[in-house]
């Protein structure tokens, strides 16, 4: 945790571009030059920014993966613990393990728990809800982020980040605009 | 006569319009997730403009099917005690009887519906809250928005999570129908105990639900100036699956017939038979009339063009499958084993005013998400500008 001494005064520099090329293209010349703590703003998905940034990592399948096993695990446990232990019933001399008869819920209870999850893990990973971020700060992100424009982001933590060198880098890939991002 | 009492319901025919209606509106429901799941996984684009739209009215007609099993307690505060939860009752609820793998399919539907709606809608609601004018209205979506930034990192998960709820949606979907088509087909009523029943029902879910997309988006169309958006294409793809969808229900009649003759069960024979000329034939030729014949006008490209058509065909087909759900289930009761058993079913005007209730509360709750939330799916239309196809380009 940053204590309010600590905290760096920027987020980091952010620059605005036109379209997705142009922001394309200011992604490679950024790693090029050695930046690696990226983020770029569309105002929709861009399967090459993806790409470009190495965004194909998502822990989120595998958390999906978990929670539906845990929801038809739980569930079918529950149905048998229910129905053959806690209060059995004798209907027509049936087994009281008759698990053909769990498996509708058992299913149900996968897709419920994995739904879930992948909701909520999305959240999760993205360290959302949180209403307010420094990227806010910016009049033109707020006025263009999710319009029309595209915006790229050297975050502060980056090791080779110091401030107005950055913020040159970024003038040279010819941007509408290029913002210091205050915390 | 007090609580459902007021209904047209008796011995034997203890479900009448309560879950004709039940079985409708669910179905109505599905079409919003197959148009919003199932194209998405095919990768059908054209569904972008539409889907929002067809999720939304998935939430609402699952709320208005709810309200059925809720009324049909007799006790309506109480429907918690559907669910297994401990209780002073020391009872678990069988989970042998179909009705509760309904509960189970019913509730899962409706909590995913309304999940993958939302979390559709949130970067949609973060483009609200920036060109909010209204000071109370920037709060309420940015508060509904989460935070949402459309940061790279964040669209990453984000079209993870879109794909794995589609991904769960569509057995999800296939399982809800085929669920509440075991509340008949499990049970040994005549016309009900076939293993036709599954695939039939969620053929039939499709077909009404794209009518009744079809019923509500026409209008729409020219009254919010919508044409660039659903297009000729789209009314033509809709019409398509209707067919389509619409054929496999024909054949789901017609292996009933068969099946009820091949069994060579007299019970089975005689329902067939009843269907035919029963006290019910009317019912079921007007069924035959809005499902099968009306249709077939879909083959027509000229009939499938004219909005006007399209929109008569597809008010048949609403009518249609209501009759269909009210012959499986009524005639099939009302005319079961034993002669003295046999009693005529008529719903009631509560059964009607009920029903015009939930419709009601559809179209209220679906003129609500009109006017307050994104009813196209803005971030995705923006994939149709031209800079966008431009970064799209190799991809398509």
């Known amino acids: 945790m940053h204590g309010p001494h600590t905290e760096p005064l920027l987020h980091g520099v952010m620059a605005e571009f036109r379209n997705p090329e142009e922001l394309l293209e200011a992604i490679g010349a950024a790693k090029a030059a050695g930046f690696t703590k990226l983020d770029a703003y569309t105002p929709y998905p861009i399967e090459k920014v993806f790409d470009a940034l190495d965004l194909h990592h998502s822990k989120l399948p595998l958390l999906v993966l978990g929670a539906s096993i845990v929801g038809a695990v739980g569930v079918f446990g529950f149905a048998y613990w229910a129905s053959a232990i806690d209060y059995p019933l004798n209907i027509g001399g049936r087994p009281l393990n008759s698990w053909p008869a769990f498996i509708p819920a058992t299913f149900e209870g996968a897709i419920f728990h994995g739904g879930l999850a992948a909701a909520l893990g999305m959240l999760l990973l993205n360290g959302l809800p949180r209403p307010h971020h420094p990227v806010f700060n910016v009049q033109r992100f707020v006025e263009h982020a999710s319009k029309d424009g595209y915006f790229l982001v050297v975050e502060s933590d980056d090791p080779k980040f110091d401030g107005p060198s950055v913020r040159r880098f970024l003038e040279g890939l010819a941007p509408v605009e290029v913002n210091e991002v205050e915390n | ?396």
């Open chain 2, 1 to 396: 006569m007090t609580g459902i009492g007021i209904w047209g319901n008796n011995i034997p025919v203890g479900w009448g319009w309560d879950i004709v209606c039940f079985v409708w509106w669910i179905g109505i429901g599905h079409a919003g997730t197959l148009i919003s799941a199932i194209l998405l996984l095919l990768r059908q684009s054209w569904r972008n403009s539409i889907n929002r739209f067809a999720e939304a009215m998935t939430v609402f007609a699952v709320a208005c099917a709810g309200m059925y099993p809720i009324l049909h307690l007799g006790r309506p505060w109480l429907p918690y005690w559907l669910l297994p939860l401990p209780g002073t009752l020391n009872m678990w609820p069988n989970f042998r009887s179909p009705l509760i793998w309904d509960v189970f399919a019913v509730s899962t539907y409706a909590t995913i519906s309304i999940v993958f709606w939302y979390v559709g809608m949130l970067p949609d609601l973060a483009t609200l809250r920036d060109h909010a004018k209204a000071k109370v209205a920037r709060f309420a979506y940015g508060m509904a928005a989460l935070g949402w930034r459309n940061s790279s990192r964040h669209w990453a998960n984000y079209e993870m999570a879109s794909l794995l709820l589609a991904g769960l949606s569509t057995p999800l979907v296939l399982s809800v129908h085929s669920i509440v088509s075991f509340d008949f087909s499990v049970g040994i009523v005549p016309g009900w105990h076939t293993t036709v029943f599954p695939p039939y029902f969620v053929a039939g879910a499709v077909f009404a639900g794209f009518a009744m997309v079809l019923t509500l988006v026409l209008p729409l169309r020219p009254l919010f100036k919508l044409k660039d958006f659903i297009t000729e294409r789209h009314l033509q793809n809709m019409a398509k699956v209707m067919l389509t969808t619409g054929l496999i229900v024909a054949y789901g009649y017609v292996l009933e017939i068969w099946a009820a003759f091949y069994s060579g069960n007299e019970f089975e024979i005689f329902m067939v038979l009843n269907r035919f000329t029963g006290p019910y034939a009317v019912q079921y030729w007007l069924l035959i009339l809005c499902n099968i014949l009306v249709p077939q006008l879909l083959w027509f490209r000229q009939v499938r063009s004219n909005v006007w058509a399209l929109w008569v065909i597809a008010m048949f087909i609403n009518v249609g499958m209501w009759l269909e759900r009210f012959v499986i289930i009524v005639v099939s009761l009302s005319r079961d084993y034993v002669p003295s058993n046999w009693a005529m079913y008529h719903g009631t005007k509560w059964d009607i005013a009920v029903f015009a209730g939930t419709i009601g509360l559809f179209l209220t709750l679906l003129l609500l998400f009109i006017r307050f939330l994104p009813a196209l799916n803005m971030f995705e239309m923006r994939v149709l500008t031209p800079e966008a196809k431009k970064a799209h380009g190799e991809e398509k």
